[in-house]
Each structure stands twice: as structure tokens, then as C-alpha cells.
T-cell receptor, first 114, second 119 residues
Framework: GENVEQHPSTLSVQEGDSAVIKCTYSDSASNYFPWYKQELGKRPQLIID?????GEKKDQRIAVTLNKTAKHFSLHITETQPEDSAVYFC?????????????FGSGTRLSIRP | ETGVTQSPTHLIKTRGQQVTLRCSSQSGHNTVSWYQQALGQGPQFIFQYYREEENGRGNFPPRFSGLQFPNYSSELNVNALELDDSALYLC??????????????????FGPGTRLTVL
């Protein structure tokens, strides 16, 4: 069935360093890959997304890469700041062919050490 | 913040009871999806409503049902509550073109959620 695996489950980095979160997906028909940030007690917030016709996308300190052949995608955060501390979820969707159902990974708890 | 709202914020029920959760979609959005997020896990898709009809369903039993109204707001109903139904229930709204125009409107924006506790 459809599955998204996410690693690591927890990640602690020094402020200013980079953080990388990796995900794999099982359904080759997936064509949309959003990343969500969820702070404690708050809603998941879409921070960046990538579609299957693009290999890389960048937005300021955040970048995502996608390898469709290997069914891997990754989130890169550079120059980390204390406010980056949160749980990050990767996700995959097949768009309208599957009611735009988003399949989420299990999450990565990112902590930024001052 | 998104324009998606949910009510109530918190709810406590006992096993066997029924509950109704509400969601108002963002202006201009015509599709609402519901997710269940258990503590420490990622959200799981329950179902989606588009133009007042169920447009897809996840692996949840029939006691989870929903409605969408002409103004695109939506309700999630859960009957015969079980302890494992305790979770954060999130709705997400999106803007979706008719299917024959291709897969548009993939972005989903979440509401603040309803925390349901079943005792």
C-alpha cells in the first residue's frame, strides 16, 4: 500500500548548522510532495512543496530535492535558527487520482541547540 | 495563519457517545479533507469532500462520516466513540479545479484542529 518513511525521528543540530531530513515513498504514481512544520499544539503549516516534474526547489534557507527514480526526497534547512525547532512531516500525494489524499511520514523532531 | 477554522477547540466524550466536529474552509476553497492525528504521529487521511460529495476515503470505519454544505464548510461525525478515537482532528481546505482540467489545487491548508478526548 501507500507508505512514506521518514528519517531520522529526532534530530539535534547546533544553531547555524544545517539540518537534513530524508523520506522515501512507495507509490510511484505520487506526484506532489509537501513538507509541513508543526509546532507544539499548533496546526501543520505548509513550508515548501515540490512536484514530480522538478528535481529541486529552494525558498530562502529551505530547499527540497526529489529523486523520482529512487523514490527519495529530502528537506534541507541551512543556517538553522531557534525558531526552526519543531516537528517536520514529509508527505506524498497522487493528486486528483487519489482525492489529493496526503500520506504523511511519521515526523522528525528537530531541536536547535543555542 | 490560514483562513481555515475549526470548532470546538477541545472536546471530552465518553465511550459510545457521538461527536460532531466542524470546519470552515478558506475563502475561495471548495474542497475539505479531514485527518486524524494521534499523539506523536503524522496525520492520517479520513476522507475528502468536494462539491458536497465524498471524494475519497482512507482506512477508517463507517462510523466516521461527514458532510459538506453549499458554502463548502464541513462536518465530521463519529459514532460509537472508542478510546482509540482520542486524537487531534484536523481539517484542510484546498482549491480544486474540475477533474477534467487535471490535477490542480494540490496544496492543502490546515485548520487549528479539534482535540478530542474519549474517556
Amino acid at each position: 500500500g501507500e507508505n512514506v518513511e521518514q528519517h531520522p525521528s529526532t534530530l539535534s543540530v547546533q544553531e547555524g548548522d544545517s539540518a537534513v531530513i530524508k523520506c522515501t515513498y512507495s507509490d510511484s504514481a505520487s506526484n506532489y510532495f509537501p513538507w509541513y512544520k508543526q509546532e507544539l499544539g499548533k496546526r501543520p503549516q505548509l513550508i515548501i512543496d515540490i512536484r514530480s516534474n522538478v528535481g529541486e526547489k529552494k525558498d530562502q534557507r529551505i530547499a527540497v530535492t526529489l529523486n523520482k527514480t529512487a523514490k527519495h526526497f529530502s528537506l534541507h534547512i541551512t543556517e538553522t535558527q531557534p525558531e526552526d525547532s519543531a516537528v517536520y512531516f514529509c508527505a506524498a500525494s497522487k493528486g486528483w487520482s487519489s482525492a489529493s489524499k496526503i500520506i504523511f511520514g511519521s515526523g522528525t523532531r528537530l531541536s536547535i541547540r543555542p | 495563519e490560514t483562513g481555515v477554522t475549526q470548532s470546538p477547540t477541545h472536546l471530552i466524550k465518553t465511550r459510545g457517545q457521538q461527536v460532531t466536529l466542524r470546519c470552515s474552509s478558506q475563502s475561495g476553497h471548495n474542497t475539505v479533507s479531514w485527518y486524524q492525528q494521534a499523539l506523536g504521529q503524522g496525520p492520517q487521511f479520513i476522507f475528502q469532500y468536494y462539491r458536497e460529495e465524498e471524494n475519497g476515503r482512507g482506512n477508517f470505519p463507517p462510523r466516521f462520516s461527514g458532510l459538506q454544505f453549499p458554502n463548502y464548510s464541513s462536518e465530521l461525525n463519529v459514532n460509537a466513540l472508542e478510546l482509540d478515537d482520542s486524537a487531534l482532528y484536523l481539517c484542510a481546505s484546498s482549491s480544486s479545479y474540475p477533474r477534467d482540467r487535471g490535477p490542480e489545487g494540490d496544496e492543502q491548508f490546515f485548520g487549528p484542529g479539534t482535540r478530542l478526548t474519549v474517556l
